[in-house]
């Protein structure tokens, strides 16, 4: 039976934003996933976005969340404005203050992809409708949503679980560590000493009673680890980083995941990447399209993570 989300109407003061999940309990995470299940079984009635405008920045490229974004909207009913930076005021010095309250005049809600991180703040700060960080130089936010979906779909909750990333210690592993934090599931992180996530984000995770594990061996990482997870080795923005695109790829080439790698994880690990992917980079060919990958459902679930996020950021619940 399809239950009827009932959004607030006219917003909240303060909009709900969706920054990063460490501004989250955890049952507020796990209230925006099940309503992002009860989206993809179609347990929603009607469409909860009719009527309802969101816009859509983006000031790197993308194709995932580019495309699930405008797709959920649409599919809730409403309708997205998708604004490349490069078409917008902002690219040639219009405050990000200006652009929030601007867009806040017109639209219910703003996702924003930004190369940093004090650009969104600022957005969120003036916008008087929710903001979602749809991607920032230090984290990925949704796809987090969209990967806990996707590990619980396929082995259960992931509560107690070890998951291991491997490679860059980069925006999408900072996101890992807010969310083992939240959804209390134990991260190993496997990466080149020059590549470590920022310690300060690990003292906090361990200060909230995560189990952060840094390693620069993947085999230690991987051991026993329900689900295997990695990502680009030079993500963008980082072409132009002070350690260099070929630095990364000599640092980061014992950090492939392989097959043999695969082999001293759980033996019915899951091997997850948020795409986009570089086979015989950061893993290889036979793992990423062999029987133990679950990204395109991971990709999927982008796309009902997010309507979830929309439903909570717009009143539900
Ligand atoms: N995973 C992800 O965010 O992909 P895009 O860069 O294509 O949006
Ligand atoms: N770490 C990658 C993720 C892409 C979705 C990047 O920031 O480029």
């Known amino acids: 039976m399809s239950a009827v989300v009932a959004l607030k109407s006219g917003g909240e003061s303060p909009p709900r934003h969706f920054l990063e999940l460490m501004d989250f309990e955890g049952a507020t995470l796990r209230r925006m996933l099940d309503l992002a299940a009860q989206t993809k079984r179609g347990a929603v009635a009607g469409k909860p976005l009719a009527g309802k405008t969101v816009a859509l920045i983006f000031e790197k490229p993308s ?17 997205a404005v998708v604004l490349s930076s490069r078409d917008m005021q902002s690219s040639r010095g219009e405050e990000m203050s200006d652009t929030a309250k601007v867009l806040s005049r017109y639209v219910d809600a703003i996702m924003m992809r930004t190369h940093d991180v004090n650009r969104i703040r600022e957005l969120a700060r003036h916008a008087t409708v929710p903001v979602i960080n749809g991607l920032t130089d230090i984290s990925h936010p949704c796809q987090l949503m969209a990967d806990v979906l996707t590990f619980e779909e396929h ?5 107690g679980q070890v998951v291991a ?22 991260l190993r992180l496997a990466t080149p000493a020059a590549l470590r996530p920022p310690q300060a984000l690990v003292d906090w ?33 980082d072409e132009t980083d002070d350690s260099g695109a070929p630095n990364r790829h000599n640092l980061l080439a014992p950090y492939q995941v392989t097959p043999e790698l695969m082999r001293h994880a759980a033996a019915d690990a899951i091997f997850q990447h948020c795409l ?16 133990q990958s679950v990204v395109f459902d991971e990709a999927e679930n982008r796309l009902h993570a997010q309507k979830g996020v929309l439903l909570w950021a717009l009143g539900a619940g």
Request: net charge negative.
């Open 205 to 237: 995770a361990r200060s909230q009673g995560a189990t952060i594990e840094l390693t620069e061996d993947p085999v230690e990482a991987v051991r026993d680890a329900r689900c295997v997870v990695t990502d680009a080795w030079v993500s963008m923005n």
């Open 63 to 79: 194709t995932r969340t580019r495309v699930s974004f405008e797709v959920g909207v649409t599919q809730l009913g409403g309708h």
């Open 276 to 291: 986009p992917a570089h086979r015989g980079e950061e893993v290889a060919a036979e793992v990423i399209d062999g029987p």
């Open 155 to 159: 082995r259960g909750p992931i509560a």
């Open 165 to 186: 990333w491997i490679g860059d210690g980069n925006n999408v592993a900072q996101s890992f560590i807010q969310a083992a934090t939240r959804f209390g599931f134990t």
